[in-house]
């Protein structure tokens, strides 16, 4: 990567001045450097989410979301962070939003930060008891998951949605506990409006 010509190796009265190895230029940008994981989703990982099974073979191909994250150190250190990264597309399967899979933390105890970057979407908090409520996330808002709750975001704009991220290593995810107890609205765009329709 291009480095910007303020961050270069020099010594200041005998102190090393080291460039950053790792970038994250806001809004538009990703996490880049040496160690950063990236995985990302198509429709047919994620297909059992949405309520059409009218997919096409070549629509199962469409990319759904990418996720960056990094830390150093130990992971199962508590205290241990993530910086992540979440880009959810513009997808719509009869137009039903995209949407992340949702979890609850292994450790019901670990909160995280999701941060708007970019896009227009919705964060969905679900408790253990099934009661859901959202909150709209926009360029610049700021978002407090407590540890007991579940999480998804649904993009719901016309560009991606681009979410940062801070959460302990030693969080976990429970995907299992939001199968079992699904969140109990889905999210349509529909001639521009948004809809929550309950399962």
């Known amino acids: 990567m291009k480095k910007d010509k303020l961050y270069y190796i020099k010594e200041v009265n005998k102190v090393k001045i080291k460039n950053p190895k790792l970038w994250h230029k806001m809004p538009g940008g990703i996490i880049e450097g040496e160690n950063v994981l990236y995985s990302r989703k198509?429709?047919?990982?994620?297909?059992?989410?949405?309520?059409?099974?009218?997919?096409?073979?070549?629509?199962?191909n469409t990319l759904m979301y990418e996720v960056y994250s990094?830390?150093?150190?130990?992971?199962?250190?508590?205290?241990?962070?993530?910086?992540?990264?979440?880009?959810?597309h513009p997808v719509y399967i009869e137009k039903e939003c995209n949407m992340t899979k949702g979890h609850f933390h292994e450790n019901r105890n670990c909160v995280e930060y999701y941060f708007g970057l970019e896009g227009e979407g919705l964060l969905l908090l679900m408790d253990e008891m099934g009661q859901m409520s959202a909150e709209k996330v926009l360029p610049g808002s700021l978002h407090y998951i407590a540890g007991n709750f579940a999480h998804r975001l649904v993009n719901i704009g016309e560009i991606p949605l681009k979410i940062g991220a801070c959460w302990p290593t030693t969080a976990g995810h429970d995907y299992r506990a939001v199968e079992e107890m699904p969140f109990p609205y889905r999210i349509y765009k529909n001639n521009g409006k948004i809809e929550l329709v309950e399962r």
Not at 46 to 59: A, F, H, Q, T
Not at 82 to 87: A, D, E, H, S
Request: cysteine-free.
């Open 42 to 60: 198509y429709l047919k990982d994620v297909e059992n989410l949405y309520k059409s099974k009218e997919i096409s073979n070549e629509g199962k």
């Open 70 to 88: 990094y830390s150093e150190g130990d992971e199962t250190q508590y205290g241990n962070l993530f910086w992540g990264l979440t880009i959810l």
